[in-house]
């Protein structure tokens, strides 16, 4: 069973940031291209991220661009998003999903942008 495990999530002020990670048990985990997503109440699911398996291309929608950052570490097999300059509206569950011969995701952790 491949295990996605996210953390880094949490309550932070507007201008704020956080970083989440997302921690894959899967082997051969560089084969598979990574994204986060989040999801707020009332919502559908969005994309916020995406990157390729070797890290070298990378997609943002357009309400994070220049503020949030994708990365990833094969050898740690580690995804990580980067948030900075947090707004209320970021405020969501942020999950991680692995896409490839299978898809994965991570059961989710709670972002909550607020004064």
């Known amino acids: 069973q491949v295990q996605l495990v996210e953390s880094g999530g949490g309550l932070v002020q507007p201008g704020g940031s956080l970083r989440l990670s997302c921690a894959s048990s899967k082997s051969a985990f560089s084969i598979y291209g990574a994204g986060w997503y989040r999801q707020a109440p009332g919502k559908q699911r969005e994309l916020v991220a995406g990157i390729t398996t070797d890290g070298a291309t990378t997609n943002y929608a357009d309400s994070v661009k220049g503020r949030f950052t994708i990365s990833r570490d094969n050898a740690k097999n580690t995804v990580y998003l980067q948030m900075n300059s947090l707004k209320p509206e970021d405020t969501a569950v942020y999950y991680c999903?692995?896409?490839?011969?299978?898809?994965?995701w991570g059961q989710g952790t709670q972002v909550t942008v607020s004064s």
């Open positions: 999903r692995l896409t490839g011969p299978v898809e994965y």
